[in-house]
């Protein structure tokens, strides 16, 4: 956005000079937000909240484009999953903190108060629309992945579809698990939540979070995990069939391929929104 120099009238020769700087505009964010809360959880995490377009209405599990404006006066954009659920008055995302990225770089040091850019135009595949009916919902994420799963383990049909809801995170070290575990463990004080979907919804979560650097007391790839069977001995569940478990997949590319290859291998066929079937991988999202 090209800034516009304000005009002033040459001083006339009897007028005293002064020092006083001239005021520049300041541009105004195209579809700008307000955030209201930050909060930071390690040197490579973050979450905040912000505004919310009075018109904008998604699916939880869904994402936008949000942003800032860009050294070269252009918006600088990137994919975030919305981690408040659909019925939240405000917007909710969590980040990962990139020094040289060209956005993270920039958005890490945010302030309530600050504006962002927000393209209100949700899509995404982790929506309850992409799945069959079914008994267990697997929710599996690695790092910043656990947004999407945070506005829908908010989202009052996660509890209505299913009997069991298992989350899983796998984080490099302790720390990294702190937004996931704290949102979990609010869910059993949430009144509002309680009042939405009963005082005790929070009972069919199963939570399983791993650590693959940091000793935790579980250690491992979630992926090596369910291959061994350690995973589903741990929580006391079968292997995942078709018949009754569906899954959401949200992590970097590498796991978002080799989960996709076990959960086939399991029997479960990729959904989308056009195609309800077993199991649906954001394929936005890169951690």
Known sequence: MNEVTPVTEAPKPDAQKTDAPKIKPVPTLPDAQTVTEVKHYTDRLFSFRCTRPATMRFRSGEFVMIGLMGDNGKP???????????????????????QDGPLTSKLQHIQPGDEIILRPKPVGTLVHDALLPGKRLWFFATGTGFAPFASLLREPQTYEDYDEVIITHTCREVGELTYGRELIESLKTDELLHELMGPDFHKKIRYYPTTTREESPKMGRITDLMRSGECFADLGVPVLNKDTDRAMV????????????????YGLEEGANSDPKHYVVEKAFLD
């Open 76 to 98: 600088l954009l990137r994919a975030y999953s919305i981690a408040s659920p659909s019925w939240d008055e405000e917007l909710e995302f969590y980040s990962i903190k990139v």
């Open 250 to 265: 949200c992590g970097n590319l590498a796991f978002n391929l080799e989960i996709k290859e076990m959960l086939e291998g």
